[in-house]
């Protein structure tokens, strides 16, 4: 696809999608605040049905009170039947369409909650007095019967009272049609509506009033207000649906909830779930604080959201129009664009084939016009880079040359260096003499391939042992060439002499071999029927451990390391060695290594470590200096090279 077909596509996209959002959105948002208005509407007109509904009860309790003060009682045989029936139905004013029967029950009968017997409430004196209205039990002052109540005729109590004053029952239990409008009332107000009835200030029974609830509901209903095409409504605790007209009842039976279930089976089976997802009506239901009566308000919104629907396809279509009329506008700039465009891609392709005088000559100030000169600077710059780039391969190859030169001589290096390592491996004693008095061990760890550090034996006729431990400055070949000469001066020497005088000798000989500043610390130790003979170059104190106490005793001998002066004077000591006697000769790598503080371990503690294993064998004293240098060195190479020699007398 072209780029002016691309940017025209974009345009619409960009445009359309926006707009659809925006509708969408708009529509969306304005539907749940119908919606929700119309629910808040609805829930006030539900609580209007609350509200008739506790007025209709207070009306019909003050009918049945006023009623209940109305009854003749003073001498019942002489009532006049018709005229108390008509003047009780007189006095319920407005509640007479809606009673269905009257019923006084003494006290003392089944059903009535009055504390007196029917002889202690009236006062009568014995049976058959005509005031105490013959046996306890229910009498119906009147009722309103007709074949729906589906009673037979002889059930059917005629309208009038008795000799007695009042009909009696047929038996101590209610009729079913009591007892169903009993139960109506209930349901719809949580009770029966009655009063208690007083002779001389005793209670001799109650008057029951029974109601018509299809016609209480369609008084109440008809009150309500129906703004929007509401819907109101009730239904009682036996799934009974009450409307004030009878094709509003029709109405809601064709009402469907999402499951494709009638409404009315829904609000009876009392799941919100069912009509909770309804898109063209809402419903709003409330229980009674009494009674189980639920009533609610269904309203229609399904012609309101269609019209909001058609509303926002309207401005939808509208906006798509404008935008249509704009693009007419913007097809110019875009054939504009599109051809600077063009020619920058042919300079780039140019540029791309390795034509170097490729330019882009596309003008304005607009950002086509600054990219054409930034490739401009680009091609200029891709020339300059091809140059440098050139000469960035001569100096990569000389510096290859270079590179595999030095390999060459780090090879050489390497060879030399593990010549002079094995050459100076050869000047350690192969194996450890052995001696009748002594247990012999040493440690030593180079810090490179060729150490400073020296240490050896040699045996004399006369049964004494040479031990010399030695530690040349620096390492590699420089060190090594000292360790050479000091090894050769032992070997010519005749050590049977004072230990002093030989390190006179040796120090003056190696001054006297140009050396330059080259020098080698050194301690010599002769053991001889257990006496120690000591002389030292600058190297650090012998340590002896006494045995059984493991006591260090530091011998310290003074001198000027061998190479240093052309004369120089040498101290010399003798220490005796005790069966269990120790003594440890070293070099100063370990006392001079760092601990994981960063601190020098130190002379002290070195000696330290001898106290703890001085009195172990000699073997076992160098392995656990060895773990410590090993703790103490990182990656297993020190910074200094560390030598111990460890010499034990044995227990007898």
Known sequence: MKLRSQLILAF????????????GYSYVSSANAFRAAVQAEAQDIAGQISVGLRRTREDLQRYVVSLGMMLPFDDPQYVDREALVDQLLSNLGDGANFVEALEFVPAGAPGSGGADSPREALGAGAPGDPRSFGRPGRRFLWSRFGDRDGLRAEDRPERGITE???????????????????????????????TPVHRDGHVVGELHAGIRPEMLMRNVLRRIPRAGGAVPFAIDGEGEIYTSEPEELELLQGVRCPGGQPLPEA?????????????????????????????GIVRPIGASLAEMRGASLRNFGVGVGLMSLSLF???????????????????????????????????????????????????????????????QERLRRQQEVDRRL?????????????????????????????????????????????????????????????????????????????????????????????????????????RSMNLGRRAMALVLARYHEGVLDLASAGMPPVLVSRSPSGDVEEIMTSGVPLGTMAQASYERRQVRLEPGDAALLMSDGLPEMLDAKGEPVSYPAVAGRWREVGQLPASEAVAEYERWVEDLSPGGIPADDVTFVVIRRRPD
Not at 331 to 346: D, E, F, K, Q
Not at 441 to 450: D, G, I, Q
Not at 497 to 506: E, K
């Open 406 to 510: 030095l390999e060459a001589e780090n090879e050489r290096q390497t060879v030399e260096l593990e010549e002079a390592r094995r050459f100076q491996l050869s000047l350690l004693p192969a194996a450890l003499p052995e001696h009748p008095d002594l247990e012999i061990a040493v440690f030593l760890r180079t810090a490179s391939e060729v150490g400073g550090d020296y240490y050896d034996f040699r045996s004399r006729h006369d049964g004494s042992l040479i031990i010399a431990v030695g530690d040349a400055t620096g390492h590699g070949a420089r060190a090594g060439t000292m360790v050479t000469v000091v090894k050769t001066l032992l070997a010519s020497a005749d050590l049977g002499l004072d230990l002093a005088d030989f390190l006179s000798h040796a120090t003056a000989t190696i």
């Open 12 to 23: 619409l996209v960009l445009a359309v999608l926006p707009l659809a959002g925006i509708v």
């Open 164 to 194: 007695g004053g009042v009909e009696p029952s047929t038996g101590a239990d209610e009729p079913e049609w009591m007892r169903r409008a009993r139960d109506r009332m209930a349901r719809i107000f949580g009770g029966p509506v009655s």
């Open 267 to 295: 609000l009876v089976a009392g799941d919100e779930a069912l009509w909770q997802g309804m898109s063209e009506w809402v419903v709003v239901t409330q229980a009674a604080a009494e009674g189980e009566l639920v009533y």
């Open 329 to 391: 506008a913007a097809a110019p700039l875009a054939n504009r664009l599109t051809r600077r465009l063009s020619h920058l891609t042919r300079q780039v392709d140019r540029l791309a084939r390795g034509d170097a005088a490729a330019r882009a000559r596309l003008g304005g100030r607009d950002e086509v016009g600054t990219l054409g000169e930034a490739f401009n600077r680009m091609a200029r710059d891709q020339e300059k880079n091809r140059r440098q780039l050139l000469e």
